[in-house]
């Protein structure tokens, strides 16, 4: 090679010479620097039986991640290949969650219908190369004869069927001769296998479904072990990537590929799925939450679906910063669900604009304010993390609401906030003391009579210490507003593998209604999915129930709380 000459190009957003890249990430690199694959082809194959949920996220993350990465592509493929439980509902909420999560496939969209013709003259071929069969037997008898992990299994009577009769049969198995389980279409490999996805396994059965997108052209249905590594093969992906259950499943993935006449052979690379402490990720698991109305649908904000995620106030940021830091294994493990909500807090912090709610009003009056209709314009900084978002007005007069817990009329030692007699800020304002404790007959505080200071907007008095500032809300200028308090939708850490009925373990009162909460007026303004911090108490995101100019609704996205970062100093 002379010296003007040049290995191959460095693809655009690869990652750097000393960045060290995940065993997957590698072999793609190795294949790009090599010329083996200079544009990497992957694929995400979501079956449309559901919607997604934040373990998709992670195969979305690195299959369009990749993409991007190598100068690659990356297809969205419908595997649409079983007609009993997928709907065009959620075909489409699969295509938005890619979409919200910031990737795109481009004019590479497909399904694996598309492909049912090709797939069936694949099938006539592995026929006619004596590698298929008819088997007539029933469910349980093939179940039976495919044996265990320490027993070969055994041929049903049909594994000798002349190739004549075969192909009789199949046709007329798309022909809609017989009966839905009459007869199936097995790969003849080998009954001896150690494999049990070798022992001769069923592609193609019998299903007189209409399919949602082919309607009734269709009786019979290939099985996603055949049909998932021929639609690789024909869109020329180059590196297939799956969970690691599917590890077992190679061999037979290979085993397609290398005896049908198709264009390219793609190659298989699992990785360990996600695992996420109080959550199922089993889409059956989640559809019985809906369909026993347990939740209140797919995108319910306490669901781990993606669009639940997103209706709670998850920014799609944070939920890809989350994918690259538990990176890519070998080996199953367990992530702790406080990882997730560290990875959302760090990302709202640097986006979310501030404003003050009270979630359980009580009222203080000021005495000594200069007059029943005087109101003073204070500001209030919208975001201390971005200089660039500036200020906002925030109104005081007369009579104020603060958070009931932020007063105690006998406080313990160490509690610094509102007390009789004591004194605090009232946050981006002055500092007021509490003077008298106004109660009900029945004893119940009903308000707090207090006076200010007004030598105190914004400095602390020459020789008092104010050791606390209380967020609050105008009396007179607050607004209504309902409040949806999300807790973790499962008491136990492990609810898959919890003794009895996962739905035994479902958090009692797992969400909580604040029916009239006082708020800012300008969030009856924001826009619905707009998410805020509420000063002092959490993350909040207004829901799609959320109507401008009318009372706001806001589900409750995560707290202030982060335990994930605490024991990181911790340890």
Known sequence: MGNNAKGP????????????????????????????????????????????????????????????????????????????????????????????????????????????????????????????????????EIRAARGTLTEPGKATPFRDRSIEENLDLFTRMRAGDFSDGEHVLRAKIDMASPNLNMRDPVIYRIQRLTHYRTGDAWCIYPLYDFAHPL????????????????????????????????????????????SLTYTVMSKRKLLQLVKENLVNGWDDPRMPTLSGMRRRGYPAAAIRNFCKTI??????ALT????????????LNKSARRFMAVLDPLKIVITN???????????????PEDPEAGKRPVMLG???????????????????????????????????????????SDGHITELHCTYDPDTLGKNPEGRKVK??????????????????????????????????????????????????????ALATVAPSTTVQFERLGYFCADLDHVPGEKPVFNRTVTLKDSWAKAQSRG
């Open 9 to 140: 190009a460095k693809p655009h957003n690869s990652p750097t010479p000393t960045e060290k890249l995940d065993f997957i990430r590698q072999v793609v690199a190795d294949d790009v620097q090599s010329g083996k694959h200079p544009t990497p082809v992957t694929r995400f194959p979501p079956e449309p039986n559901g919607y997604l949920h934040i373990g998709h996220a992670k195969a979305l993350c690195l299959n369009f991640g990749i993409a991007e990465e190598f100068s690659g592509r990356c297809h969205l493929r419908m595997d649409d290949t079983n007609p009993a439980k997928e709907d065009i509902e959620y075909e489409n909420a699969i295509k938005r969650d890619v979409e919200w999560l910031g990737f795109t496939w481009g004019d590479h969209f497909f399904h694996a219908s598309d492909y049912y013709e090709k797939l069936y003259e694949f099938a006539l071929h592995l026929i006619r190369e004596g590698l298929a069969y008819v088997d007539s037997s029933s469910p349980d």
């Open 231 to 274: 639609s690789d093969a024909l869109e020329g992906i180059t590196h297939s990537l799956c969970s690691l259950e599917f590890e077992n499943h190679r061999p037979l993935y290979d085993w397609c590929v290398a005896h049908c006449p198709v264009p390219s052979t793609p190659r298989q690379i699992e990785f360990a799925r996600l």
């Open 327 to 332: 990176g890519m294994t070998k080996f199953n």
């Open 336 to 347: 702790d669900l406080a990882l997730l909500e560290h990875s959302v807090r760090e990302q």
């Open 369 to 383: 304010w200069p007059g029943d209709d005087h109101v003073e314009e204070m500001h209030a900084v919208n975001n």
């Open 398 to 440: 007369k009579e104020v609401y603060i958070e009931r817990d932020d007063f105690m009329e006998d406080p313990p030692k160490g509690f610094f906030r509102m007390r009789p007699g004591g004194e605090v800020r009232l946050r981006y304002s002055y500092c007021i003391t509490c003077q008298e404790v106004v109660k009900d």
């Open 468 to 521: 606390a500032a209380i967020h609050w809300v105008s009396a007179g200028h607050a607004v209504d507003a309902e409040i949806r308090l999300y807790d973790r939708l499962f008491t136990h850490e492990t609810p898959d593998s919890a003794e009895g009925d996962f739905k035994d373990h479902l958090t009692p009162d797992s969400v909580k209604i604040v029916p009239a909460a006082k708020v800012e007026p």
